[in-house]
């Protein structure tokens, strides 16, 4: 009997152990976590790494996090994605667990960051971006059903625009035709916009860089702005005479994209928009080996992304797959709040597949609107390939 006591107090002793070094690693990850200054902290962000790693149980948020710090600050893809699938594995699996919203969010911002890399040169790899966005698809849906649970459903499987969303493995589509066009129509934005401004010449652009900007930053940041400046160096002097999807050069793009930024009113969006810019140029550098045309041109454009109030598109670049499923999951969402505001004798002759007026009504209803959505938030895409945007309308009406 007083051996079985022993045992007892022992595992009783193991399990304060481990609580208390969980507690112990939470707070000093969360402090670490917050003291990582610059994507150069190297030391703060192993260590954080290590506290974290040490901790008993690992929750999503810690999983997401650890994800990110391997991602922007150890550049280490592999071991961000990783830890950025764990993120979403345990929030399927345990939802509620903590930060369920914010790692969504997050992670489809960091998709649409990397929706502009080329496959020979991305940090992230292009079929591993492919594989995190089918993930969080499948969590939206997931929530979206979550969100329903209780509610009578017995609309037949061929009737949920939901079954359609999926994502299609293809390294080639940071090249697709979308991405191409979208590209096209935000440098005419931009040059529309400058058409009566003073244009920059690149060399003006490089004297701005090293003798205004660096001394409205810190030491530490004229520090990051170094491969910006080589990159910026290489343009002028081997940049593409052409660019064939715009038929500008090199330097008159990057001419325009400046003038643009420094034209901007508001200081803190001109501040924002000349890091991203310089956040990209450092990435095209790619440590000396700049990425090809597409991939600099891309990343460029993206400095504009949710600045630009008049032209809310600029800098979001979007390939094809993405486009669709956004689409359809954005249909369903209407088409499931129609029908859940429907009257129960309307839902139950909709179920059943029945054809009468009031049936036919609420199919009206739902097309309607959700054209209405489509002409509103993708009428750029549908003026220059219609015949994608039709053939997405048309899967959702047969689901309909």
């Known amino acids: 009997m007083f051996d079985l006591y022993i045992v007892f107090l022992v595992i009783i002793c193991i399990f304060l152990i481990y609580m208390v070094n969980d507690m112990y690693c939470t707070y000093k990850s969360n402090i670490l976590y917050r003291e990582i200054k610059h994507d150069s902290d190297f030391a703060t962000a192993e260590e954080y790494i290590d506290k974290i790693e040490k901790k008993r149980y690992i929750s999503p948020l810690d999983s997401y996090r650890m994800g990110s710090v391997y991602d922007f600050i150890l550049k280490d893809s592999k071991q961000a994605h990783k830890h950025y699938m764990k993120a979403i594995s345990d929030v ?5 667990s903590g930060g369920d919203i914010f790692i969504q969010t997050r992670l489809r911002d960091r998709i649409r960051i990397n929706a502009i890399a080329e496959d020979d040169d991305n940090k992230y790899d292009i079929d591993e971006v492919d594989e995190l966005y089918n993930e969080i698809m499948n969590l939206e849906i997931m929530f979206d059903h979550l969100s329903r649970s209780g509610e009578r459903s017995h609309r037949p499987k061929s009737k949920k625009i939901e079954d359609k969303i999926e994502w299609t493995s293809d390294s080639q589509n940071v090249h697709d035709s979308n991405i191409n066009n979208e590209l096209k129509h935000g440098f005419k934005k931009i040059t529309e916009s400058n058409k009566d401004a003073f244009l920059w010449n690149i060399s003006d652009i490089e004297n701005y860089f090293n003798h205004v900007y660096t001394h409205e930053i810190s030491d530490a940041e004229t520090h990051n702005i170094k491969d910006s400046l080589k990159m910026l160096n290489y343009i002028k002097k081997k940049g593409a005479s052409k660019i064939m999807k715009l038929g500008v050069s090199e330097t008159n793009f990057i001419s325009n994209v400046f ?57 979001i670049l979007k ?6 499923n956004e689409i359809l999951m954005k249909a369903a969402n209407i088409r499931n709040k129609i029908y859940e505001n429907a009257d ?54 047969e689901s309909i």
């Open 259 to 315: 003038t643009k930024m420094y034209c901007e009113e508001d200081a803190k969006k001109r501040k924002t928009m000349m890091e991203n810019f310089l956040l990209n140029l450092a990435d095209s550098y790619n440590k000396g080996s700049p990425v090809c045309i597409t991939g600099r041109v891309t990343r460029v454009l993206t400095s504009f992304s949710d600045m630009d109030e008049n032209n809310p598109t600029l800098g």
């Open 92 to 96: 399927k699996s345990r939802p509620s």
């Open 319 to 324: 390939a094809k797959p993405v486009i669709r």
């Open 344 to 397: 129960r004798e309307i839902k139950d002759k909709y179920d059943s597949g029945e054809n009468d007026h009031d049936v036919r009504q609420l199919e009206d209803d739902m097309k309607a609107n959700i054209s209405a959505m489509i002409e509103n938030d993708y009428s750029n895409i549908k003026e220059e390939d219609s015949k994608f945007i039709s053939d997405i309308y048309a899967e959702i009406v």
